[in-house]
C-alpha cells in the first residue's frame, strides 16, 4: 500500500507548515488573551485576520473530499489526512482554514443531502466562512451514543414541523456567529423499524423556543469562544421544507455524516500527539535532574521510543481507513473507521501523558499546551461514540465475518 504523498500534497503540506510557523504558532498567546479579554462567545479579532491569510494561501476547505463535485478542492481523505494531522496541533488552528468540527460535518451533510435551495441558504455561507453551524443530537435523559434512542419529537403541523426536546454538549451552539443548527429527533417514534424513526431537521438559530440554557465545560474549560451547550427546543416551528432528505432518514444521515468526522478526530488527534512528542524530546534534552539531562534516564528514552511507536501506529491506521473510504465509500470502510476511533484517541491520551509526566508540574499549567491537549484528547474518547460502542459493533462484525467465511470454506 502506497502513502507516499503526491506532488499535489506536498507542495499543499509544506505551504501549510509555513503558514503555521508564520501565523498560528506566535498568535498562540494572542489568541488566548484575546479570548479571556473579550466576549467569550465573540472569536477573537485574530481569527478574522487569519481566516483572510488562510483563504489568500489557498488553504481553505480543504476537507471536502472530491466525491463532493463542485463543493470540493478536489482532494481525496487519504490526501487530506497529512493536512489535518498539521491543523490539529494547534487546537483552534483548523477553524481558521474551515476545516473545523462541527462545520466540516455539517458541510457535508448539506452537501450530499441538502436541496439546491437549502444549500444556497445555508452551505454557500459555512463554505465562505461566514457563518457557523451546531449539530444537534446529544441528549442528557438518555444514553444518546445510540442513535436510534434519540427523544426530541419533531412532529408535523401543516407546513411545519414542531420541535420538542432538550439537548447537551451541542458543540458550537454558544458561538454568537452560529447561524443554523441540524437537529435530530423522532418524527415516527411508534415505528417498528427503530432505524427509521428518526429524521433530521434545519434550524435556524433565531428560531423563537431555542433557548442556549448555559455552556456545559469540559474539564474546567468552556472552550469558547466554540462552546457547547445545553439545549431547548419548546414548541420550535420551522417549515416542513426545512427536513432534510425525507421523514425517517435521520439515521441514514447521521451515519453518513459520523464517518468521515470520526477520522478527522483522528487525524487532528495524531497531530497533537506529534506535538507532544516533540516537545518532549525538547524536554529531555534540555532539562537538567540529579545531574545529568532527563534523556540520559532510561525510563525516559523508553517513553520517547514507545510514544514514536504508538503515534506511527495510529498514522498508517487512519491512512488505511481514508484509502478504504477513497476507493470503496465510508460504508466499506466502516470497520477501519472503528479501529482508528478506538486507537487513535487511547494513543493520544498516553502519548500526552508521558509527555506531563516528563514536563513535572510545567506539564499541567498554563506554560504549555499539554494539559488543554490531554482533555482534547480524552474527550474524543467520548465525541462520534464511545470507544465501548465502536469495540462493541467491530467485535460484532468481524465475529460475524469471520463465521460466515469458515461456514462458506472460505479461509480467513
Known sequence: MDFDFSPKVKELRQRLLDFMDE???????????????????????????LKDKAKAAGLWNLF??????????????LE????????????????VFNCNAPDTGNMEVLAKYGNEEQQQQ?????????????????????????????????????????INGRKWYISGACNNHTKIYIVMGKTDPDNSNKYIQQSMILVPADTPGVTVVRPMKVFGYDDA?????????????????NLLLGEGRGFEIAQG???????????????????????????AESRVAFGRPLIKQQSVREDIAQSACD????????????????????????DLIAMIKIVAPNMGCRVIDRAIQIHGAAGVSQDT???????????????????????????????????????SGEQA
Request: hydrophobic share 40%; aromatic share 8%; charged share 25%.
Open 257 to 283: 455524516r459520523l464517518g468521515p468526522g470520526r477520522i478527522h478526530h483522528c487525524m487532528r488527534t495524531i497531530g497533537l500527539a506529534q506535538r507532544a512528542l516533540e516537545l518532549m524530546c525538547k524536554r
Open 64 to 77: 471536502l473530499p472530491q466525491s463532493y463535485g463542485k463543493f470540493s478542492p478536489g482532494l481525496t481523505n
Open 23 to 49: 501565523y498560528i504558532y506566535p498568535n498562540e498567546a494572542l489568541w488566548d488573551q484575546q479570548v479571556a479579554e473579550g466576549d467569550r462567545w465573540e472569536p477573537p479579532a485574530l481569527l478574522a485576520e
Open 122 to 162: 445555508w452551505l454557500t455561507p459555512l463554505l465562505n466562512g461566514e457563518i457557523r453551524s451546531a449539530f444537534a443530537m446529544t441528549e442528557p435523559e438518555l444514553a444518546s451514543s445510540d442513535a436510534t434512542n434519540v427523544a426530541t419529537s419533531i412532529v408535523r403541523d401543516g407546513d411545519d414541523y414542531v
Open 311 to 334: 503515534i506511527e501506529q495510529a498514522r498508517l491506521l487512519t491512512l488505511k481507513a481514508a484509502a478504504k473510504m477513497d476507493q470503496g465509500g465510508n460504508k466499506a470502510a466502516k
Open 369 to 407: 499546551f499539554l494539559a488543554r491537549a490531554y482533555t482534547l484528547a480524552r474527550s474524543i474518547r467520548l465525541a462520534d461514540g464511545p470507544d465501548q460502542v465502536h469495540m462493541m459493533q467491530l467485535g460484532r462484525n468481524l465475529s460475524r465475518e469471520f463465521y460466515e467465511r469458515s461456514e
Open 225 to 241: 469562544p466554540e462552546g457547547h451547550a445545553e439545549m431547548v427546543f419548546d414548541n420550535v416551528r420551522v417549515p416542513a421544507s
Open 80 to 95: 487530506y489526512a497529512p493536512l489535518a494531522e498539521i491543523m490539529g496541533r494547534v487546537y483552534w488552528a483548523s477553524e
